[in-house]
């Protein structure tokens, strides 16, 4: 069964401060899915991994993705308060199109 | 773009009646949709696949009795909570499947119900 765990839970950091967010994935999967949630609204989509090595850049956001460790990372560079949200990953599936999500980061950016 | 709607956005019942939820992809068919739950500051949850033209698939503890899905169209799947009771009160929130390149797929996601059972 394909589980996927991010950590940490919890991040509150300060502005202008550098942070990873790590999402760790159990089987072996080649998709890999970074998303955005703000309080009561639904998902944004933020990057997609589609390989091994894979590494996309969108903004103060980088994300990479490592198959054989099962890693996925999502970098915060000089964070904004804008950035503070809920963030996602979600593992897809072998031999399904199901997506499976990780537990979620609550990121708060002090100002 | 992919763009998937979800109607109604909020919805407020009594204990014991049903309630159906709409999900459309406006821009392209899918064969496949998803249905998901998120209780607050949880994770999502997939609750069951919807095939056009099929029955739904469910996920393991997801009562098939009490949520009804209905994939009639290329573009709509329907999820109906009967007989709904507090508990039921989440976010649901659907995705479509959509063919993003010739071997690949991906979800595109709805903008959510906040379903409050009272």
């Known amino acids: 069964e394909l589980k996927v765990e991010q950590n940490p839970l919890f991040l509150s950091m300060q502005e202008g401060k550098n942070y990873t967010i790590y999402c760790n994935y159990s089987?072996?999967?080649?998709?890999l899915y970074w998303y955005r949630q703000d309080p009561g609204k639904s998902l944004e989509s933020l990057f997609v991994?589609?390989?091994?090595?894979a590494v996309k850049q969108e903004g103060r956001l980088m994300a990479s993705l490592d198959t054989k460790a099962r890693l996925s990372t999502l970098h915060i560079t000089a964070a904004v308060h804008d950035l503070s949200a809920t963030y996602f990953c979600?593992?897809?599936?072998?031999?399904?199109?199901?997506?499976?999500f990780g537990t979620g980061t609550r990121l708060k950016v002090l100002a | 773009g992919a763009v998937v709607s979800q109607h109604p956005s909020r919805v407020i019942c009594k204990s014991g009646t049903s309630v159906k939820i709409e999900c459309r992809s406006l821009?392209?068919?899918?064969?496949?949709m998803f249905w998901y739950r998120q209780f607050p500051k949880q994770s999502l949850m997939l609750m069951a696949t919807?095939?056009?033209?099929?029955?739904?698939?469910?996920e393991q503890g997801v009562e098939k009795d009490k949520f009804l899905i209905n994939h009639a169209s290329l573009t709509l799947s329907t999820l109906t909570v009967t007989s709904a009771h507090p508990e039921d009160s989440s976010f649901y929130i659907c995705?479509?499947?959509?063919?993003?390149?010739?071997?690949?797929?991906?979800?595109?996601f709805g903008p959510g119900t906040r379903l409050t059972v009272l």
């Open positions: 979600a593992v897809g599936g072998s031999g399904t199109y199901k997506y499976i």
């Open positions: 821009d392209f068919q899918a064969t496949t």
């Open positions: 991994l589609l390989s091994n090595g």
């Open positions: 089987t072996t999967s080649d998709r």
């Open positions: 919807s095939n056009e033209g099929s029955k739904a698939t469910y």
């Open positions: 995705s479509a499947l959509r063919l993003t390149s010739p071997s690949y797929n991906e979800q595109f």
